[in-house]
């Protein structure tokens, strides 16, 4: 095996400040490609944890989002529509 004496490498034109940083879903950590953000506690969301409320048609996360088993079917409501 052979070590260069000089083994960094320079990771040049990464150092991009203008973008913004990748914003990681609150719930499975995965990347968000939306805008979904819980009217809760207002963290960002991917499109497989964000959930509506059918009172208010907010958007929640698995935190804020209430499930509500009813009859017809899994209904989610929010905090405030929950009260
Ligand atoms: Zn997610
Ligand atoms: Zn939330
Ligand atoms: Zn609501």
């Known amino acids: 095996t052979l070590l260069s004496p000089d083994g960094r490498k320079e990771s040049a034109g990464e ?22 953000v819980c ?17 208010c048609g907010a958007l929640a996360c698995v935190l804020c989002g209430l499930a509500d088993y009813a009859d017809d079917g899994e209904k989610t409501l929010c905090t405030s529509s929950a009260m």
């Open 39 to 55: 009217s809760q506690c207002e963290r960002a969301l991917c499109g497989q944890c964000v959930y509506t409320c059918w009172g």
């Open 15 to 36: 150092a991009n400040k203008t973008c913004a940083p990748p914003i990681a879903c609150s719930s499975c950590m995965r990347s968000v490609d939306g805008k979904a």
